[in-house]
């Protein structure tokens, strides 16, 4: 089964002509209100690719957006998360310019309230299942950190999105599965051990980092431009992209890692699952929203082959 701890939130997304700069004022082009978060964004693409049931350590608000949340679980038949009293559930406030590209700005709510004790009450139901298990960093560092030692104790595959980059700590890494960054987080991440940097030529960054950190597979996620990834036996190799008319990148990346849960889990091919993802998550980028853009299983292998 695939499992995901993190987190989950309601996206409030303002469509604009372009990024608002400081000191403006623009008028929004639309409003809407999508489900999103990392977590969940990862957890229905798992769910809805796969079309089987899914386990989410996550924790929401006892309002009305977690209500709203917790019914779309439902219908996807996501279990293991958590309302919490007294609490704002989790929301992102995102724009999105006219090209498609977004900038966000997260407030944490319920998110800071997925800690030790109920990582563990997770484990204790459900962790005899999992065995693959997905993360991110909208949830605290010390729960993230947490769930990864559980994670490795317990020999379950990780899936690690370090997103948001900031707080990420490279001794973490040492034995996880396999580190999806996006381009700009892989930058942050060399910045941070001092790694040269050079996107025309990632190569050698890529292989002196996975030497550093000790991840086993590296997955540098690199939107229109595809995704280049280097393997447990340092294997470099790209996955070129597809062809889209962009709408709006919000939630690509975590569709991305649900997607590749969902392929690896049924093939254990790498290469495959990773351009099943990236089939998935370029679909995605023609739609409006994050969990509301998920393909279906048939649209990316209709695609993908």
């Known amino acids: 089964m695939i499992a995901v701890i993190g987190s989950s939130n309601m996206d409030i997304v303002f469509n604009v002509e372009h990024f608002t700069l400081p000191g403006e004022t623009q008028k929004a082009l639309s409003l809407d209100f999508y489900f999103g978060g990392k977590g969940a964004n990862q957890a229905v693409a798992a769910a809805k690719l796969s079309e089987k049931p899914v386990y989410f350590c996550s924790c929401l608000g006892d309002d009305e957006y977690g209500n709203q949340i917790s019914q779309n679980f439902k219908k996807y038949k996501i279990e293991g998360y958590y309302v919490q009293k007294n609490e704002k559930t989790g929301r992102a406030y995102i724009e999105v310019d006219k090209n498609g ?25 459900y962790g005899d299942e999992i065995d693959i298990c997905l993360l991110q960093n909208e949830i605290p560092m010390q729960s993230v950190e947490y769930a990864i030692s559980k994670l490795k104790e317990k020999r379950i595959t990780i899936i690690y999105d370090p997103a948001p980059v900031g707080n990420t700590k490279i001794e973490s890494l040492n034995g996880i599965d396999f ?33 550093i950190s000790k991840v086993k597979n590296l997955i540098v996620k690199m939107g229109d431009k595809g995704v280049i990834y280097i393997d447990e036996d340092e294997n470099l190799a790209k996955i070129e992209p597809l062809k889209i008319k962009a709408v709006d990148s919000t939630g690509a990346g975590d569709i991305f890692n649900g997607a590749f849960a969902v392929a690896f889990s049924e093939t254990k091919d790498l290469k495959k699952s990773l351009n099943f993802a990236n089939t998935a998550a370029a679909i995605s980028v023609e739609r409006k929203g994050a969990q509301s853009s998920i393909p279906k299983k048939e649209e990316v292998l209709k695609r993908f082959l």
């Open 101 to 125: 590209e977004n900038r966000i700005i997260i407030f944490s709510g319920a998110n800071d309230n997925v800690d030790k004790e109920k990582i563990d009450k997770f484990f204790d139901q």
């Open 179 to 211: 580190l999806t960054p996006n381009i700009k987080e892989f930058m942050f991440l060399c910045e941070k051990e001092k790694i040269d940097f050079d996107e025309n030529n990632l190569d050698k960054s890529m292989l002196e980092f996975k030497r």
